[in-house]
């Protein structure tokens, strides 16, 4: 039996360190902290913009050219628009999560040591389709950096647009998007609801373990709650996640995002919708646009003994939206506040 020397070992520690780093570079080295903003595809830009501003009363914090950025709540989350043109499908085009320490080389080999490649050539979409990733230099005239604000963007294992971005991301300029208005631009009106923050996205996936898998082993999510069988994976420590939905016999897309309000109610909100020309849901099929419900979870689906109410309703292209109390978690609890992580 061959003896390790002291000095053999000292010298193989620099060896074994590397090693160690490179192994851990390999998988779950993009930890989410946050989730950033949506980008909605839409058919009129204008009208879009009116509709949540009137509202929700949101300011401006940027502009990407003549595009604003809509604050949500305080802080530097927002929601973006994209005209999508005549024959566009109006939805999430693509959501944004946030990380610490955002380095692009770094981020980029880290993408690659986990399967994910550089898209090449146009088809794909904004990230280039499954397991693909595409670099946007976002340049001065769009609001970007003078050589460009990097914007990276990823196709999950359905080709779903996730961007990554550090967490000091707020749509502006600089180098990380990080320079935005000192104070938003006010909106014309105060709104007839304030938001918070984001909640979450939920995603309609093909192979939810697969998804799952994905996003734990590149993202580091831990499981926050379930909804019977469907996973909540946590991004970041505030409440907020994505929820990985199974597709069935629908095409995969990002359904729906959640924003959070203080002291949630399901009768004031009705009223609010109401008072600003939105109605009831008729039946129990798809909200058409300008629409309104609720649905009740209930414990088999991880909601409350009476079920957990889940309040949602439809904007002028028929995009799904969810509102909760700042509680939420997702989990059971008559505001969905009890999370077990489990």
């Known amino acids: ?31 989410v902290v946050a989730l950033s903003h949506a980008t909605l595809t839409v058919a ?17 914090t940027a502009r990407q ?7 949500i709540g305080s802080g530097i989350e927002f929601l973006f628009f994209a005209g999508g043109g005549a024959n566009a499908k109006p939805g999430i085009g693509h959501l944004c999560m946030t990380m610490n320490h955002f380095v692009l080389p770094d981020v980029l080999k880290t993408l690659e040591a986990s399967g994910v490649s550089k898209a090449e050539g146009g088809p794909g979409g904004i990230a280039g389709g499954p397991m693909k990733y595409r670099v946007r230099m976002r340049p001065e005239n769009l609001g970007g950096a003078k050589n460009g604000t990097a914007e990276l963007y990823i196709g999950d294992p359905d080709g ?23 104070k938003p631009e006010p909106a014309p009106s105060k709104g007839l609801l304030q938001v918070e923050d984001l909640s979450h996205f939920t995603l309609s996936v093909k192979d939810v373990a697969a998804s799952q ?30 929820t990985l939905a199974p597709a069935g016999n629908r095409a995969p897309e990002i359904n729906h995002l959640c924003m959070r309000m203080k002291n949630f109610s399901q009768e004031r909100v009705f009223k ?5 020309g939105l109605k009831p849901r008729q039946g129990q ?14 414990p088999n689906r991880g909601g409350a003994p009476n079920g957990t109410a889940e309040l949602y309703f439809t904007d002028p292209d028929g995009v799904l939206i969810q509102l909760q109390d700042m509680s939420y978690c997702g989990g059971s609890g008559t505001m969905g506040e009890v999370c077990d992580g489990k």
């Open 1 to 31: 039996m061959s003896h390790i020397t002291r000095r053999t070992l000292l010298q193989s520690i620099p060896a074994m360190a590397v090693a160690s780093r490179l192994k851990a570079q390999t998988r779950g080295q993009l930890p």
């Open 44 to 60: 009129d830009v204008k009208r879009s913009v009116d509709f949540y501003q009137g509202l929700f009363g949101m300011g401006i």
């Open 65 to 71: 050219g003549t595009s604003p950025s809509l604050q």
């Open 160 to 182: 779903l647009a996730i961007q990554l971005q550090d967490a000091t991301y707020c749509g502006g300029g600089g180098d990380l998007g990080e320079i935005c208005y000192a």
């Open 213 to 242: 898998k994905f996003y734990q082993d590149l993202f580091k999510m831990p499981i926050q709650a379930h909804q019977g069988p469907t996973p909540l994976l946590a991004a970041g420590t505030n409440g907020q996640f994505l």
């Open 272 to 276: 609010a919708l109401s008072d600003y």
């Open 285 to 298: 099929g798809p909200a058409g646009p300008l629409q309104y419900y609720v649905s009740m979870r209930m």
